[in-house]
């Protein structure tokens, strides 16, 4: 059965560093999302992206994050300066179509920002 | 504001004990109602999708029906491996899936 894939299953970086956090959706499917989960709390809603745009932005997803799809397979988001509230599990998911569609998700990645 | 409301936070079961998961919603045109099953480490899996009150789906030892207010994931005669947190999402506006804080399900042998 096809899988979202994420990579890498966890990072650690220092404070006020770049990462950037990679995704390889299912093949057929036309909508990525990226989503996080702070320990012990709710996955939560941070960007849609569809036809190499965001679609709909939450407010956690401020000028530090961006999204890319620099390819056809792969789906990126970049933390320029991270901070130590950023550290979460983030995932990404993918789905065929939107609005009332399942989404599918990846296993995460584990960001720890020391 | 929409909103998604899990009950219990933690359910501990015994081998071949039934029970059900509450999810309650408050959404402004509910397009979707979803359940997904989270293993510690590990990211939501897609179990069900609910469109409208009174429909239903089945899958092996779930059961998941909704109603206007409500979804009930309800699990018969659950074995060990049916321990993980149960999560719920309801989708309203376009993109954003709003997600409970989930019941973490133990299962005893």
């Known amino acids: 059965e096809p899988e979202v894939t994420q990579t890498p299953s966890h990072q650690v970086t220092q404070m006020g560093q770049e990462v950037i956090l990679r995704c390889v959706p299912i093949s057929n499917h036309l909508y990525f999302y990226w989503y996080r989960q702070i320990l012990g709390q709710k996955v939560e809603f941070l960007v849609s992206f569809y036809n190499n745009e965001i679609s709909e932005k939450s407010e956690i997803f401020d000028d530090q994050f961006s999204v890319e799809r620099p390819d056809g397979s792969n789906f990126t988001l970049k933390i320029r300066s991270t901070k130590l509230e950023d550290s979460a599990m983030y995932f990404c998911?993918?789905?065929?179509?939107?609005?009332?569609?399942?989404?599918?998700f990846g296993n995460g990645t584990r960001l720890t920002v020391t | 504001e929409d909103q998604v409301t899990q009950s219990p936070e933690a359910l501990r079961l015994q081998e071949g004990e039934s029970s059900s998961l509450n999810c309650s919603y408050t959404v402004s045109g509910l397009r979707g109602l979803f359940w997904y099953r989270q293993d510690p480490g590990k990211g939501p899996e897609f179990l069900f999708t609910l469109y409208s009150a009174g429909e239903e789906k089945e899958k092996e030892r779930l059961k998941a029906t909704l109603t206007k207010k409500e979804s009930f994931l309800h699990i018969t005669a659950p074995k060990p491996e049916d321990s993980a947190t149960y999560l719920c999402a309801v989708q309203a506006r376009k993109d954003d899936m709003r997600f409970g804080a989930g019941t973490r399900l133990t299962v005893k042998p």
């Open positions: 998911a993918s789905g065929i179509g939107r609005g009332h569609s399942p989404l599918h």
